[in-house]
């Protein structure tokens, strides 16, 4: 006889919900303490936040996310992918130490804890999306860890009760032979101490053959703790991701919330970029005329190149193409005078009449000196990101704007890049490995890399650039900008990346 459920409503009848047990429940705030400035992430937080440090911190973490999966893409090692994140770290997620006695631990670590769990919503819809996640996540995880001081990284370690086994003595000295044969560096038993644990935690330790197997178990030195805790880390947020994509369509979004998590989700392909609205962007001060746009073109990226050469052959650009380019040159500071002069004598087979009539008020619209009084007082549209380009209208037949690395073929795209100069065949191929995995903005950045090669090492020797002016170029305009100063070399500071970036800049359209 099956027992009845006293608990489930039966559908025939009306249901009597008790509206102080569920739905009018008051939210329980529990305070979080951070002991650590390491985390595993397991308590999800539960009080307020304002929908701008929402939107900020999750912004901010998936800068350094993305500069993470970027470094590894372009085959850094580990020492230089350390000494690449280290300011971006400090400018995005800086964590003081325990030792420093700073009153901004807790703000920081608290920013730390929610813009994990803000990506872990926008990124946990696909499998693709968790899987990037984690990766990244894993890489940051790991950095943080190596840079801990030896004492907090144990107390660390012991606050997690982890069920590993230590091995034994007998046990020890019964597979001696074999323990000391597998952890290199070893010459006696007693030098070292062993963990025990299933050989599914430590994956990479299995691949590179630093452990004894036996029996489904792996031996792992205490040397290996690294490897460890970041496995498990691993395990522990690949479980917690397919719990919350499990839990994804059952919750009751507020609908302020769900418009920045499918943005943020978009931008995993390239990260949100920020520019601000400068008279010039050249530090020199360098006159920006309509007739020097040919000579600084060598200076482009290759989006905004195409767009020249097409110009230049068609005298014609359709209108995206030219909404395009005009906040390209807008950015680059050619002034709205200058770049109206730059059109009339692009559009070489057409009347004044037909340009004034047809073409002048949407460059002066984009410039922001026509139209509503919100654009005029935003000073018309901001330069399209990569992200922008790379994801919003594609281009059509006979239109020549959006990303040649999105949008050519790959045969189209390597003929473009060989009239552009780009010969070697390495790095052909390597463009188009990164095309057929989607790495847009990897493969654009792998060929500026290659095109400023002398000059890269050279600031990079002098230490005149930090890491942070030499991040993952995720807009034309730093491109732009960087590849000119880089060519432009007097021996000066720094500023070859987002340097114009300040706090109240609006985020590129």
């Known amino acids: 006889m099956l027992r009845p459920d006293f608990g489930r409503i039966d559908p025939k009848r009306r249901a009597t919900i008790d509206p102080k047990r569920k739905q009018f429940a008051t939210a329980t705030v529990k305070p979080v303490d951070y002991p650590h400035r390491l985390n595993f992430y397991e308590t999800p937080p539960t009080a307020e936040v304002t929908l701008e440090q929402f939107e ?25 992918t350390a000494s690449h994140m280290r300011d971006l770290l400090g400018k995005y997620l800086h964590l003081d130490s325990n030792t420093s006695g700073s009153s901004l631990l807790h703000a920081q670590r608290q920013k730390d804890h929610y813009s994990h769990f803000i990506l872990r919503l926008a990124f946990s819809g696909t499998e693709d999306l968790r899987r990037r996640f984690a990766r990244s996540e894993t890489a940051l995880f790991r950095l943080r860890f190596q840079d801990e001081d030896a004492r907090q ?26 323990l000391v044969n597998s952890t290199p560096g070893i010459r006696r038993i007693e030098d070292e101490s062993w963990f025990k644990l299933d050989w599914e935690r430590v994956p990479e330790l299995v691949e590179s053959r630093r452990v004894f197997l036996r029996q489904g178990k792996a031996y792992v ?7 460890m805790v970041v496995a498990e880390f691993t395990a522990r947020l690949e479980r917690g991701l397919e719990l919350t994509s499990r ?65 230049r052959r068609n005298a014609h650009l359709k209108h995206y193409a030219r909404l395009q380019y005009t906040l390209f040159l807008k950015g680059i500071g050619l002034s709205l005078e200058e770049c109206l002069i730059f059109w009339r004598t692009s559009f070489s087979k057409i009347t004044d009449e037909t340009f004034n009539k047809e073409y002048r008020y949407n460059v002066r619209h984009a410039y922001g000196d026509v139209g509503g009084d919100m654009n ?24 020549a704007h959006g990303c040649p690395y999105r949008h050519f073929s790959v045969d189209n795209l390597v003929s473009l890049l060989q009239v552009s100069g780009v010969t070697d065949r390495d790095l052909l191929r390597s463009v188009r490995d990164d095309v057929a995995a989607k790495r847009y903005h990897i493969a654009c950045n792998r060929v500026f890399d290659a095109s400023h090669a002398s000059q890269i090492k050279k600031v990079k020797d002098e230490g005149t650039w930090s890491a942070a002016d030499l991040d993952t170029i995720v807009h034309p305009n730093t491109y732009f900008k960087r590849s000119y100063l880089l060519s432009h070399l007097t021996g000066g500071g720094g500023g070859g990346g987002d340097d114009n970036v300040g706090a109240e800049d609006r985020m590129v359209e």
């Open 56 to 80: 900020q911190w999750a912004i901010d973490r998936l800068r350094v996310l993305a500069e993470l999966e970027a470094c590894s893409y372009r085959n850094k090692t580990p020492a230089e």
């Open 376 to 399: 005029r007082r935003g000073r018309g549209y901001s330069p399209f990101s990569c992200q922008k380009i790379l994801t919003e209208r594609p281009p059509g037949a006979g239109e």
């Open 153 to 178: 990284r144990q107390d660390f370690v012991r606050g997690l009760n982890l069920d590993w086994d230590v091995v034994g003595e007998d046990e020890k000295r019964e597979f001696a032979a074999e």
């Open 221 to 227: 030195p205490i040397r290996e703790q690294t490897s």
């Open 247 to 311: 839990a994804l369509p059952r919750l009751d979004e507020d609908d302020r919330l769900t418009p920045i998590l499918n943005h943020l989700s978009k931008n995993f392909s390239t990260p949100p970029s920020f520019i601000a609205d400068t008279d010039s962007p050249l530090e020199d001060g360098a006159a920006m005329t309509a007739a020097s746009i040919d000579k600084l073109s060598s200076h482009f990226p290759l989006c905004m190149r195409n767009l020249q050469t097409t110009l």
